[in-house]
């Protein structure tokens, strides 16, 4: 991606890994932060520019009152049924892959931020996002705690966050690709040390980069 910022850093991890969250304090520290998992939710608003699609395909049973998908309802059908994931997929990712990588070419052209994380939660699976990243930022903990920690701030069963992990990659298949890794194994103070240290080595990283393009 040509650009006046020269590092995309493409930040992924399991579900409740911690990725929010270590996006968050990267933005604190002045990153530019472009998350799939925002776009995809401003794109099934009630406004969202996958509506017409997904009603046309799902029917409006899939609505909440106000307009906007039923995230749960989908989520349920989508697990009942592969091939309704398959359309809905088919539907999304498109648009979430055209609308985040237009967002990173913004960012990076704005040239405000020393340079941008883009926050894909299925960035190994899909392999979609490859070539728009420089490198991979893994964020791991225990599959425990990630259990632990997505049914404590959601409604979801054990089972549940067992069935949405078993769609994702393992922790040793994400581990195996990361460029960086992040532990978010202990407290939140913990993970701030490792944010840092990164937050240093990716302004060091675009500054050469950067310098290499414009030889
Ligand atoms: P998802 O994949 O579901 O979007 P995520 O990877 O973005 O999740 P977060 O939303 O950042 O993960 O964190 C999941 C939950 O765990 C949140 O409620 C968050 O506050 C909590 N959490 C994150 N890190 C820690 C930590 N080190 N200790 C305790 N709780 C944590």
């Given at each position: 991606?040509?650009?006046?910022?020269?590092?995309?850093?493409?930040?992924?991890?399991?579900?409740?890994?911690?990725?929010?969250?270590?996006?968050?304090?990267?933005?604190?520290?002045?990153?530019a932060?472009?998350?799939?998992?925002?776009?995809?939710?401003?794109?099934?608003?009630?406004?969202?520019?996958?509506m017409?699609?997904?009603?046309?395909?799902?029917?409006?049973g899939?609505?909440?009152?106000?307009?906007?998908?039923?995230?749960?309802?989908?989520?349920?059908?989508?697990?009942s049924?592969?091939?309704m994931?398959?359309?809905?997929?088919?539907?999304?990712?498109?648009?979430?892959?055209?609308?985040?990588?237009?967002?990173?070419?913004?960012?990076?052209?704005?040239?405000?931020?020393?340079?941008v994380?883009?926050?894909?939660?299925?960035?190994?699976?899909s392999?979609?996002?490859?070539?728009?990243?420089?490198?991979?930022?893994?964020?791991?903990?225990?599959?425990?705690?990630?259990?632990?920690?997505?049914?404590?701030?959601?409604?979801?069963?054990?089972?549940?966050?067992?069935?949405?992990m078993?769609?994702?990659?393992?922790?040793?298949?994400?581990?195996?690709?990361?460029?960086?890794?992040l532990?978010?194994?202990?407290?939140?103070?913990?993970?701030?040390?490792?944010?840092?240290?990164?937050?240093?080595?990716?302004?060091?990283?675009?500054?050469?980069?950067?310098?290499?393009?414009?030889?």
């Amino acid at each position: 991606m040509s650009s006046a910022v020269s590092l995309i850093v493409g930040l992924t991890g399991g579900i409740g890994s911690g990725k929010t969250s270590v996006a968050d304090r990267f933005a604190e520290l002045g990153a530019a932060v472009v998350d799939t998992d925002v776009i995809a939710h401003e794109l099934t608003s009630a406004q969202g520019a996958a509506m017409p699609a997904i009603i046309q395909t799902f029917g409006g049973g899939v609505l909440q009152k106000d307009g906007q998908l039923d995230r749960a309802a989908m989520r349920r059908l989508c697990f009942s049924d592969p091939a309704m994931r398959n359309s809905l997929e088919a539907i999304l990712h498109p648009l979430i892959r055209s609308e985040s990588v237009a967002r990173c070419r913004r960012e990076a052209n704005a040239d405000h931020a020393p340079y941008v994380l883009l926050v894909v939660p299925l960035l190994i699976e899909s392999g979609a996002y490859h070539e728009h990243i420089d490198r991979i930022l893994v964020v791991d903990c225990d599959e425990t705690q990630q259990i632990a920690r997505v049914m404590a701030r959601s409604a979801l069963s054990e089972k549940e966050v067992h069935d949405i992990m078993a769609t994702q990659a393992s922790r040793a298949q994400r581990l195996a690709v990361a460029d960086d890794v992040l532990s978010n194994t202990g407290a939140r103070d913990e993970l701030l040390i490792g944010i840092q240290a990164l937050h240093r080595r990716y302004i060091e990283l675009g500054r050469r980069a950067g310098v290499t393009e414009h030889v």
